[in-house]
Antibody, heavy 115, light 108 residues
Framework: VQLVESGGGLVQPGGSLRLSCEAF????????MTWFRQAPGKGLEWVAV???????FPADSVKGRFTISRDTSKNTLYLQMNSLRPEDTAIYFC??????????WGQGALVTVSS | EIVMTQSPVTLSVSPGERATLSCRAS??????LAWYQQKPGQAPRLLIF???TRATGIPDRFSGSGSGTEFTLTIASLQTEDFAVYYC??????????FGQGTKLEIK
């Protein structure tokens, strides 16, 4: 089981970015998948979850700006981030939930929002 | 929202000694509690789930205990590779779940 992230980078405030998380060894669409983020020197913050049935829930801090989705054919999870703010600067991790705990994590993608 | 509070914030322990980390939930979470280890530049790694069950491949020097609102992670005979930040996470109320702020375990 492995998760490989891509898509991080530097973006100006108000800009957009899409993160990808490709899964190996299991099927994304059969799993509960979550995005977390970690600001520099800070703890873990939940960003959004997508359930196996397709229901999606974002955190209040990103509601209306970030969208979690998946592509079954590519076995990949995405996080579309719009209207980015400096406070969105963080390392973003994708993770698989296994009936509560998160047993597999991506390596992390750094997103920097700055002018 | 369930708030998770970890103590201490920083713990200094010598290699070979025992470390005891605490986690308290603001509301009852049963045994729906996990512990993670995070080293600099790495993703978190699941250590314990169900408050006391070790994840696959986790050495038996790591043990978890507690239920309800009070939990403990014990690391017996600390190895050099154990010095890291440790987070507890409740999943009794999900989403949104909640993590503690972390305990940094450093070499004394």
């Amino acid at each position: 089981v492995q998760l490989v992230e891509s898509g991080g980078g530097l973006v100006q405030p108000g800009g957009s970015l899409r993160l990808s998380c490709e899964a190996f060894g299991f099927t994304v669409s059969n799993s509960y998948m979550t995005w977390f983020r970690q600001a520099p020197g800070k703890g873990l913050e939940w960003v959004a979850v997508i359930y196996s049935g397709g229901s999606r829930f974002p955190a209040d801090s990103v509601k209306g700006r970030f969208t979690i989705s998946r592509d079954t054919s590519k076995n990949t999870l995405y996080l579309q981030m719009n209207s980015l703010r400096p406070e969105d600067t963080a390392i973003y991790f994708c993770a698989r939930e296994l009936m509560g705990p998160f047993d597999s994590w991506g390596q992390g993608a750094l997103v920097t929002v700055s002018s | 929202e369930i708030v998770m509070t970890q103590s201490p914030v920083t713990l200094s322990v010598s290699p070979g000694e025992r470390a005891t980390l605490s986690c308290r939930a603001s509301h009852y979470v049963s045994s729906n509690l996990a512990w993670y280890q995070q080293k600099p530049g790495q993703a978190p790694r699941l250590l314990i789930f169900g408050a006391s069950t070790r994840a696959t491949g986790i050495p038996d020097r790591f043990s978890g205990s507690g239920s309800g609102t009070e939990f403990t992670l014990t690391i017996a005979s600390l190895q050099t590779e154990d010095f890291a930040v440790y987070y507890c996470q409740q999943y009794n109320n999900w989403p949104p779940g909640s993590f503690g702020q972390g305990t940094k375990l450093e070499i004394k």
